[in-house]
């Protein structure tokens, strides 16, 4: 099977158009990259580990019951079906050969290429504290996000069975760690869902009394944003009841407690915002490396010593006409992405030479709750309501299928009506901390009292 996945990538790029143009990752870039180069009809193979496309900006909203996962994915062949000199195969690179210039997959096949778009994204990076890593998740995965809404929602049933006020009090105690974008959304969103989703779901516990903690190392939240519109975020974030620990550093984090300014924090979950590297197969393309991992490219996205190699990204280190390194933003892939495909397809049909990129920053904006978010272009600061709907209308915008578009403003709209939020299913994890169930509990109900569809729910459990 094997060598007819390679046979077949051969082929298809000897029937269509040389060279052979191989992308590794279907996130914002690289999908950008091969409908710019599927448009123009040149052969181009993409790679993903993953069989669809994530919407990355909402990923935060799964995590807190407030959308389902399949609401900002899409099969990366469905978004990639229209172009047939695209060919998608779904695999992991384990080793990029780029003397030989063979990509090496997972399960032993090899995908040649003459040009290599890098486009793999970051991961979350725990400053040389790895084991932080097995009790503070971050986000950056659908599974990822369904692990923290499971953690979250356990949390909140393992408070409801116990009858002991410190234990209580712990298993309502949520941690998050880094007070950017990620962090200050993930702070909102869970304030909202406690205080107003769940608060009348429970009979021995109140979840409007839920102690969400936000530390940031730095003075002020959204450091990427102005002063004063970091200032909004912060005090509409204690508004809602988050506690803001602003010029404080996590010096420990376990299971069950984490240890900030030398004082010691009981807690049911800590959730890692804090900051990210780019993936790993980055360091073996054989050059530099900075500090968070990141390929250093010229202005033409080329890795620098690597004429046959490009990288989009949060994977690539692109200095602006300031000498700023340009943030990891989905904007800023998107555009990466669309300018080399485009420049590709132009030099394989009249061997123009690859044209500098210019990133055209189009406003950075960040949600803190219900009609509340900040948004800054230029000039232009905006907070409330009207960031809000600018949020909305962007995100919306960005999303990939109009079937998403409809499906999340419907969503939103609903939620906004009522607080309800319908994604509150927990994936069962048999090592989640907090009190064990009593033997009652764990007897198996009477066949005749399952809910009908029951079957049709393996390995899930039912929340309010």
Known sequence: ????????????????????????????????????????????????????????????????????????????????????????????????????????????????????????????????????????????????????????????????????????????TIAIIGGGPTGVELAGSIAELSRHTLARDFRNIRPEKTKIILVEAGNRLLAGFAPELSEYARLRLESLGVDVALDSRVEAIEAQKITVGGKVIPVALTLWAAGVAASPLAAQLGVGLDRGGRVKVGSD????????????????????????????????????????????????????????FVFRNRGNTAIVGRHAAVFESGRLKLKGWFAWSAWAIIHVYLLVGFQHRVQVSIQWLWRYLTYERGARLIAEERAEPGPPPSPAAEQPAPREALPPDADALPGIARAR
């Not at 407030?66 to 062949?77: F, V």
């Open 301 to 356: 996205l080329q890795v620098m010593g690597r004429s046959d190699i490009f990288a989009l990204g949060d994977v690539a280190l692109f200095l602006d006409e300031n000498g700023q390194p340009l943030p990891g933003l989905a904007q800023v892939a998107k555009q990466q992405g669309e300018h080399l495909g485009k420049a590709l397809a132009r030099r394989t049909d009249t061997g123009e030479d690859l044209p500098a």
């Open 1 to 172: 099977m094997q060598r007819a996945i390679q046979r077949n990538i051969e082929g298809s790029h000897s029937r269509s158009m040389i060279p052979r143009i191989v992308v590794v990752g279907g996130g914002f870039a690289g999908l950008e990259v091969a409908k710019a180069l599927g448009g123009a009809e040149i052969g181009v193979t993409i790679i993903d580990r993953h069989n669809h496309h994530l919407f990355q900006p909402l990923l935060y909203q799964v995590a807190t019951a407030a959308l389902s996962a399949p609401d900002i994915a899409e099969p990366i062949r469905k978004i990639l079906g229209r172009y047939p000199s695209v060919q998608v195969l779904f695999g992991n690179v384990a080793k990029i050969d780029t003397e030989a210039r063979i990509l090496v997959l997972a399960d032993g096949t090899t995908v040649p290429y003459d040009l290599l778009v890098l486009a793999t994204g970051s991961q979350p990076f725990y400053f040389s504290q790895e084991s932080w890593a097995r009790v503070c998740p971050g986000l950056k995965s659908i599974e990822d996000a369904r692990t923290i809404r499971s953690r979250l929602l356990l949390s909140f049933e393992h408070a409801e069975r116990t009858t002991d006020p410190v234990e209580q009090s712990r298993l309502m």
